[in-house]
């Protein structure tokens, strides 16, 4: 007698496809009902410095994260030995101006301090060494050396979200986008001795991070209205060689989570003349009052720094990040990050930077720079992790 199984599952059960949907149950945080995308915004090409590009944005059907931006210089051909500033390629861009559809500036400065420091210290963009756009694949530097072309290429972002999907502007509406700008600057910013047959024309690529509109949800990012802002000014007074003076930074408003800082001499170099004992006056009481040294050793713990790679992911010349973006960690997280910690401040704030004494300065006076993030709620600032 032949053998029989028996079938505990009817047949039609194991061909049964799944519903190919994107739709969640109702309820939790909006990062649950929406995806993240990109779209292409522009691509202009041969660009000559100097040149202003401000091509419109496009809409995007959702909630703008940040803007990508590529700038590749091409073309370039000479026969002597091209040398680059320090600044370079970064500096190829003269003024970055990214603007709300109200005309409320959100980025605005020069393309070293805007498109490379930070991202870099901002963690806004990404993590340790991937924060810094150096290490990204992407990245070509300025070809120097004898019979070089000049050439270059980097990548980098415009960052808005400061926690996970909180500091979205939106998008979708094309009557209300923002508007964004890039002033080139002359080839004398990028290079010292220029290639002296072609000089390179760039292109720049600008591309849209975003959140998709939520599904068969009604729910919108958290704190939608609230911003990070990202501006550049210098402090005052000028400091002469060896002095023990305070300068103090523009007046603020908002809740404060980055102080970037550059000291650049009188011709416009940067400078690690810092001296030996560092101070912060928050409204004249001492915040920071540390070695130097110590204080950079707290950025290497921060940031993931490694100041002994060669060409690594080292702090920069010149260059000091205040981070409060360490509320839950010693170390920044980036997106991951509750708030608690940002500084409160005012127009009235006053914020002072001292150092007991600066270093030698060989061209003095030097500019301290401040390139400050601040978050401007719209209403209470959300605190704690606000997609929990």
């Known amino acids: 007698m032949a053998a029989t199984t028996a079938q505990n599952v009817p047949a039609q059960e194991a061909g049964r496809a799944q519903p190919q949907t994107t739709v969640e149950p109702a309820g939790g945080p909006f990062i649950r009902h929406s995806q993240p995308g990109r779209r292409s915004q522009y691509s202009?090409?041969?660009?000559?410095?100097?040149?202003?590009?401000?091509?419109?944005l496009v809409a995007v059907p959702g909630y703008i994260s940040r803007y990508r931006v590529r700038v590749a210089a091409t073309t370039?051909?000479?026969t002597t030995t091209v040398a680059a500033q320090a600044d370079a390629p970064w500096s190829a861009v003269s003024l970055v101006t990214l603007k709300d559809a109200f005309g409320t500036p959100l980025i605005v400065g020069p393309g070293y301090e805007m498109l490379f420091l930070v991202p870099k210290y901002s963690s806004q963009v990404g993590l340790f060494n991937?924060?810094?756009?150096?290490?990204?694949?992407t990245f070509s530097n300025v070809a120097?050396?004898?019979?070089?072309?000049?050439?270059?290429?980097?990548?980098?972002?415009?960052?808005?979200e400061f926690a996970k999907a909180y500091g979205v502007i939106s998008g979708a509406n094309a009557s209300l986008l923002p508007s964004l700008s890039f002033q080139l600057a002359s080839s004398?910013?990028?290079?010292?001795?220029?290639?002296?047959?072609?000089?390179?024309?760039?292109?720049?690529?600008?591309?849209?991070?975003?959140?998709?509109?939520?599904?068969?949800?009604?729910?919108?990012?958290?704190?939608?209205?609230?911003?990070?802002?990202?501006v550049m000014q210098n402090c005052n007074p000028t400091i002469p060689t060896a002095s023990t003076t305070t300068v103090t930074l523009p007046r603020l408003g908002g809740f404060i989570h980055?102080?970037?800082?550059?000291?650049?001499?009188?011709?416009?170099?940067?400078?690690?003349?810092?001296?030996?004992r560092f101070r912060v006056y928050v409204d004249g009481v001492p915040l920071i009052d540390s070695r130097f040294d110590t204080f950079t050793d707290d950025m290497h713990i921060q940031y993931g720094l490694n100041a002994n790679?060669?060409?690594?992911?080292?702090?920069?010349?010149?260059?000091?990040?205040?981070?409060?973006?360490?509320?839950?960690?010693?170390?920044?997280?980036?997106?991951l990050d509750t708030g608690e910690t940002f500084l409160s401040t005012n127009p009235g704030t006053l914020i002072q930077i001292e150092c007991s004494p600066w270093g030698s300065i060989s061209n003095a006076p030097a500019v301290l720079e401040a390139?400050?993030?601040?978050?401007?709620?719209?209403?209470?600032?959300?605190?704690g992790l606000p997609e929990l």
């Open 371 to 383: 390139i400050v993030g601040q978050v401007i709620p719209a209403g209470t600032l959300l605190q």
């Open 309 to 335: 790679l060669t060409g690594g992911f080292g702090r920069d010349t010149g260059v000091l990040a205040i981070s409060r973006r360490t509320s839950m960690s010693q170390i920044n997280l980036g997106l």
């Open 144 to 160: 120097t050396g004898v019979s070089s072309s000049g050439n270059f290429t980097f990548a980098t972002a415009l960052p808005l």
């Open 258 to 276: 980055t102080i970037i800082l550059v000291l650049r001499d009188s011709t416009g170099a940067r400078i690690d003349a810092y001296g030996t």
């Open 44 to 56: 202009v090409t041969a660009q000559a410095f100097g040149a202003l590009i401000t091509q419109p």
């Open 188 to 230: 004398t910013a990028v290079y010292s001795t220029a290639p002296n047959t072609t000089v390179p024309v760039m292109q720049v690529d600008c591309d849209a991070d975003f959140y998709w509109l939520p599904e068969g949800a009604a729910v919108e990012p958290p704190g939608l209205g609230t911003t990070c802002q990202w």
């Open 76 to 78: 370039g051909a000479g």
């Open 130 to 137: 991937s924060a810094d756009p150096r290490t990204w694949p």
